[in-house]
């Protein structure tokens, strides 16, 4: 799967698989934790980038994080009154605390009984089966990744976005709603997670990413290709006094 997607979309960073390891479920092995084996608490997006710039496996759960968004969207912290008010979004995303609260009501997130360890590493070294594919590329890799999502099914994508916490958006939304979606990496993804301003996110299902696949492969054979391909085949134009020399030589001046 790995080879496929190298070789239809040749994203800079490593194609992800993502799984959250509930309850007595064993982390794989040789997954670096942020905390145990770092000494630093981190952010999810932050993990991300780690996974696909430097090739780890990352598994973070709630002694692992800092970011307080994450906490709250990935069940480990209570979403007491003072976040669901808005307090952390109004001045900077918002004007006020009441538009922050529906901001707040836009991110997904999991119950606290729905919590786990959060675990990313690039597919071609997963050694668990994920339950999401998470890619990184350009605007026109994203979209070879659009068009091979719906190969089979036709019609069109839509995705949901609030400018931040994207990595509820990857992990949590993509789950809940069972279907693939690009994501518009926000101001954390930017900051600690050190997305590039080319960059964005494509995430699907598990499930589905053999679907993907065929459709990558039916697109190629169909034109639709990354790098994408220059139309070479015209004759350009020139300036005035080039199409002057022209004349005068089509005309049949020598000297």
């Known amino acids: ?32 934790r942020p905390w145990r084996d770092m000494g630093i608490k981190i952010a999810i997006c932050q993990g991300i980038g780690m996974a696909r710039r430097y090739g780890w496996a990352v598994a ?18 209570p979403a007491i009154p003072y976040y669901t ?15 922050g609260a529906l901001t707040e ?21 997963c050694t668990f089966e994920p339950e999401t594919l998470l890619i990184y590329g350009n605007s026109a890799q994203v979209m070879r990744a659009v068009t091979g999502a719906l190969w089979k099914t036709g019609g069109a994508l839509t995705s949901t976005t609030t400018g931040r916490a994207d990595c509820a958006d990857i992990v949590i939304r993509t789950a809940r709603e069972g279907r693939p979606q690009f994501i518009l990496p926000c101001l954390g993804d930017r900051i600690f997670g050190q997305t590039q301003d080319h960059e964005m996110a494509f995430t699907i299902p598990w499930s589905q990413v053999p679907d993907l696949l ?19 085949r015209y004759t350009p134009a ?15 001046e020598t000297t």
Not at 21 to 30: V, Y
Not at 85 to 99: F, S
Request: hydrophobic fraction near 40%; aromatic fraction near 10%.
């Open 85 to 99: 008010e808005g307090n952390l979004a109004a001045g900077m995303y918002v004007e006020t605390c009441g538009a």
């Open 105 to 125: 009501q836009e991110v997904p997130k999991f119950a606290p009984e729905e919590a786990g360890t959060v675990v990313v590493a690039p597919l071609a070294r």
């Open 60 to 77: 973070m759960g709630p002694e692992d994080l800092s970011c307080p968004i994450a906490q709250v969207a990935f069940g480990f912290k």
């Open 214 to 232: 065929e459709g990558l492969e039916g697109t190629h054979r169909g034109g639709v290709r990354y790098p994408i391909p220059a139309f070479l």
């Open 238 to 252: 020139f300036p005035a006094t080039y199409q002057e020399l022209q004349r005068r030589w089509d005309e049949g």
């Open 1 to 32: 799967m790995a080879r496929v997607l190298d070789r239809h979309l040749r994203t800079d960073t490593f194609p992800l698989g993502i799984r959250v390891f509930r309850g007595d479920e064993p982390l794989p092995e040789r997954v670096r």
